[in-house]
C-alpha cells in the first residue's frame, strides 16, 4: 500500500527520504517521487513509475536537494501507475502532497475545483486535496488552517503529508483512517506511514490518532484533534531495532522471515506458559471477568489472517468445546448479523492496519458482541488501540510481502486463546498439559522442518513449468492447504487451488493430469486413511503427487508419487509445523521463476484500502 515519509530538517532531507522509500518498499507500490522545496521557496519535483530504483536514478541525473520534503510510493488505486498519477500532487507550483488512503467524494470535489478555474494533471484522487489546500491558502488561510478546512471537506480515508512553497520549514500532516506516525529527532522532525522508513533518523515516535492534524516543523510539533483543540499525544520508543528491517545475508526477506519462525514463536510464547498450562492473565487484567462470560467466537480477518482463523475454528471446537465462526472481513462488515449472546468478536492482522478488518471491528462494535480481542503484530497499530482486548504476536517485523512467520504466531496466539476460554468449557487439564507440551516443543520442531529446505528446493524444479495445481489438505490441513496455494500463486503466479481432499471427486479431479502437480499434506491423524483413498484418486487419473506426510505415515513407494517425511508433532500443533515446507515449496519455486519474491506484483503488505 501507499507509503509516506517526509522530513523537516537543517541537513538536507533528499537522502533521509529516498532512504524512507527503499524502507516502505516492502508495503507493496508502483510507482514513487519525491518533493522538495529549496532555499528560494519553490517546490521541485521527481517521479517515476517502478521501483524506488528508478526514482533514484532520476535523482542521480537531476538531484534535489533542500529542507523541506515529501515523498511517497503508490499503490495504485485511481488511475494507472504513470508519472502522472504519481505523488507527490501538486497545486500551480505552490502547495505538494502525498496521500495514503481513498478520497471517496473526490469526483465531487474535483467538479467543484474546476468550477472555480483549478485544472488537473492526473486521474487520481489526491490531487483534489492539493487543489482544495491551495484554494483555501488563496483565500489567506495558512498551511495548517488550509489542511484542516480541507480534512473537514473530504470523505472516505487518508494519511496526508502537505507542504506549501511559500512556508518553508512546515509540514502538516493529517490521518483518518490510515496509519501516520511523527518521528522525533533534535532540531529535525519527520513523518512516516509507519516507523520502519525512519529507524535510520530516530527511536522515538507519536502515533496520530483518528483525525488529528500535525503542525510539523524543525523545533516543533503540535498535534491537533478533529475539533481543532491542540492535543498531547504520547511519546513511544519503538523497540523495533534498524537491523530488523535488514535482509540479514539472506536472499529475500520472505526466506529471512520463514527462517526466523523458531525464533519467533519462542518470542510469542515466552512467559506464557508454565510447566502444564497457559498463564491465566496473558490477555490482561480485564480478559477474566469478559472471559468467564462467554459462550462463543466470531473470528473475522483477511487473506492468510483468514487462514489461521480457520485453523483455529477446528480447535476452538473440537478442545475448547465452544462454537466458533470464522469470516473475511470484507463479507462480514457488509452483512446483517445475529449475533448470540456472549460472544467474542476476534480478529486476526499481522498489520493491524488491513482497512477491511478495521471496519469490521468497528462495525461489531455495534452489534452486541461480549468484547473484542485482536491478535496482532504491531503494538502501536489501529486494531490494537481499538480493541478491548489484545494479544501480541510478538514476531518482528515481517517486511516480505507474503506473510510467513506472522502466520504461524498467529497460531500460536490462537492457541493460547483456545486454552484461556477452553478451560471455562471443554478443556480438561490433561488435555491443557498435553497442548502446553506440544506448544514448549514448537520452536524446536519448527527447526526441524527448516532442515527439510534443501529437499524442497529440489522438489520446486518439477512446478517452473507449470500453470496450474491443486492443494488438499483434510481437517485442520485443509486451512494449510488454502495458505499453501494462497503463497505458491502470490508470489511464483502459478495458479493454485486448495480443497479439501474428499471435495475432489465432486469437481475438481477433472482437472487433474500429468501437467498438474497435486500437493497433499498427510499428518498422522484419524483423517489419514481417508486422505490416502482421495490421493488414490489423483494417482489413478495420471497426477503427479507431492506429500508431505508425518515420518510415522507408510506410503508404497511408487511412480507419480514423492513423499517428503515432516518430523512428527503433536495433532494440535500439526497446522503450523506442515505450513512451513509448503512456505519453503512456494518460495523456492518464485526464485527459480524469477519473479519478485518480496514485492509480487499487485500486491501492497499492509491493505490500508477497502
Ligand atoms: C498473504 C498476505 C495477505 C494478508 C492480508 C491481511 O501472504 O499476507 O493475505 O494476510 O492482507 O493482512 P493483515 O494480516 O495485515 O491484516
Not at 374 to 391: F, K, T
Request: hydrophobic fraction near 45%; include cysteine; aromatic fraction near 6%.
Amino acid at each position: 500500500m501507499c507509503g509516506i515519509v517526509g522530513a523537516v530538517a537543517e541537513r538536507d532531507v533528499a537522502r533521509i527520504l529516498l532512504e524512507g522509500l527503499k524502507r516502505l518498499e516492502y508495503r507493496g507500490y508502483d510507482s514513487a517521487g519525491m518533493a522538495i522545496a529549496d532555499d528560494a521557496g519553490r517546490i521541485h519535483r521527481r517521479r517515476a513509475v517502478g521501483k524506488v530504483a528508478s526514482l533514484e536514478a532520476a535523482l542521480a541525473e537531476e538531484p534535489l536537494a533542500g529542507h523541506t520534503g515529501i515523498a511517497h510510493t503508490r499503490w495504485a488505486t485511481h488511475g494507472r501507475p504513470t508519472d502522472a498519477n504519481a505523488h507527490p500532487h501538486m497545486a500551480r507550483g505552490q502547495v505538494a502532497v502525498v496521500h495514503n488512503g481513498i478520497i471517496e467524494n473526490y469526483e465531487a470535489l474535483r467538479r467543484d475545483l474546476e468550477g472555480a478555474g483549478y485544472t488537473f494533471e492526473s486521474q487520481t484522487d489526491t490531487e483534489v486535496v492539493a487543489n482544495q489546500v491551495h484554494r483555501h491558502m488563496a483565500s489567506g488561510a495558512d498551511l495548517l488552517a488550509a489542511v484542516q478546512a480541507t480534512v473537514a471537506e473530504l470523505d472516505g480515508a487518508y494519511a496526508l503529508g502537505v507542504m506549501a512553497a511559500d512556508e518553508p520549514g512546515r509540514l502538516v500532516a493529517a490521518r483518518r483512517g490510515s496509519p501516520l506516525v511523527i518521528g522525533l529527532g533534535i532540531g529535525e522532525h519527520f513523518i512516516a506511514s509507519d516507523v520502519f522508513a525512519l529507524l535510520p533518523v530516530t527511536q522515538r515516535f507519536v502515533f496520530l490518532e483518528e483525525g488529528d492534524v500535525a503542525d510539523v516543523r524543525r523545533e516543533t510539533v503540535a498535534i491537533h484533534d478533529r475539533g481543532g483543540k491542540q492535543v498531547e499525544r504520547p511519546e513511544r520508543l519503538s523497540e523495533v531495532s534498524p537491523d530488523a528491517v535488514e535482509r540479514g545475508g539472506y536472499r529475500h526477506f520472505m526466506l529471512k522471515e520463514i527462517h526466523e519462525q523458531s525464533h519467533a514463536l519462542a518470542e510469542t510464547l515466552e512467559g506464557r506458559l508454565s510447566r502444564d498450562a497457559v498463564l491465566p492473565e496473558i490477555f490482561g487484567p480485564d480478559a477474566r471477568p469478559i472471559f468467564d462470560r462467554l459462550q462463543r467466537v466470531q473470528i473475522v480477518a483477511c487473506g492468510t489472517s483468514y487462514h489461521a482463523g480457520l485453523i483455529a475454528r477446528y480447535w476452538f471446537e473440537s478442545l475448547a468445546g465452544l462454537p466458533c465462526d470464522v469470516e473475511v472481513a470484507s463479507e462480514f462488515r457488509y452483512r446483517r448479523h445475529v449475533v448470540p449472546d456472549g460472544t467474542l468478536f476476534v480478529t486476526i492482522s499481522q498489520s493491524g492496519e488491513t482497512a477491511d478488518t478495521l471496519a469490521a471491528l468497528r462495525e461489531a462494535k455495534n452489534l452486541g458482541f461480549a468484547a473484542s480481542l485482536a491478535i496482532c503484530n504491531v503494538p502501536e497499530s489501529s486494531l490494537v488501540r481499538e480493541s478491548d482486548l489484545v494479544l501480541m504476536t510478538r514476531a518482528g517485523p515481517e517486511i516480505g510481502v507474503a506473510s510467513t512467520k506472522a502466520f504461524t504466531t498467529q497460531l500460536a496466539g490462537l492457541l493460547l486463546l483456545v486454552a484461556a476460554l477452553g478451560r471455562r468449557h471443554a478443556l480438561t487439564a490433561e488435555s491443557e498439559a498435553g497442548l502446553v507440551a506440544a506448544l514448549h516443543d514448537l520452536p524446536a520442531a519448527v527447526e526441524r522442518v527448516l532442515a527439510l529446505e534443501p529437499d524442497i528446493a529440489d522438489l520446486a524444479e518439477r512446478f517452473v513449468d507449470k500453470r496450474h495445481s491443486l492443494f488438499l489438505g483434510r481437517g485442520a490441513q485443509y486451512p494449510v492447504a488454502l495458505e499453501g496455494a494462497l503463497k505458491l500463486k502470490e508470489i511464483s503466479y502459478i495458479h493454485a487451488e486448495a480443497y479439501p481432499a474428499g471435495e475432489l471427486k465432486h469437481g475438481p479431479l477433472a482437472l487433474v493430469d500429468a501437467d498438474m502437480p497435486v500437493v497433499a499434506v498427510a499428518p498422522n491423524d484419524e483423517l489419514l486413511e481417508k486422505l490416502k483413498s482421495n490421493l488414490q484418486e489423483v494417482e489413478a487419473r495420471g497426477g503427479e503427487l507431492l506429500v508431505f506426510a508425518d515420518d510415522r505415515v507408510q506410503f508404497t513407494p511408487r511412480d507419480g508419487l514423492t513423499v517428503l517425511a515432516v518430523p512428527s508433532v503433536h495433532e494440535l500443533v500439526a497446522p503450523l509445523v506442515f505450513t512451513v515446507p509448503l512456505q519453503l515449496l512456494a518460495y523456492h519455486v518464485a526464485v527459480l521463476k524469477g519473479t519478485d519474491v518480496d514485492k509480487p506484483r499487485n500486491l501492497a503488505k499492509s491493505v490500508t484500502v477497502e
